[in-house]
């Protein structure tokens, strides 16, 4: 069974920037598609970034768009979320996702879509 550990988030100011990593295991192939999800209290779980195994598409909800960067190391088995210029918008809990199937289009945000997930970890950035 896939397990996804999230890790990097924090406290932050407006304006700062953290960097998430989540970790994969428990696979045998050499990559995977991965994501990352976050939710808010009294809020649905909404897409932030989507990148496939090549690293040749990318996907961002508009709202982070040009401040969030997404990557990975497949070797490593471990994605990242770069997050630049955080507003209070940003506060959320965190999560990656994974499966071994490809994402079209918007697929990729809607989180039936997904088969494993990471536990979370909380963003908070104050004004």
């Known amino acids: 069974q896939v397990q996804l550990v999230e890790s990097g988030g924090g406290s932050v100011q407006a304006g700062g920037s953290l960097r998430l990593s989540c970790a994969a295991s428990?696979?045998?192939?050499?990559?995977?598609?991965m994501t990352w999800f976050r939710q808010a209290p009294g809020k649905e779980r909404e897409g932030v970034a989507y990148?496939?195994?090549?690293?040749?598409?990318?996907y961002y909800a508009d709202s982070v768009k040009g401040r969030f960067s997404i990557s990975q190391d497949n070797a490593k088995k471990t994605l990242y979320l770069q997050m630049n210029s955080l507003i209070p918008h940003d506060t959320a809990k965190y999560y990656c996702a994974a499966d071994f199937a490809r994402k079209y289009g918007n697929t990729w945000s809607n989180p039936a879509n997904w088969d494993y997930w990471g536990q979370g970890t909380q963003v908070t950035v104050s004004s």
């Open positions: 990148i496939n195994p090549s690293g040749a598409v990318e």
């Open positions: 428990g696979y045998r192939v050499s990559s995977i598609f």
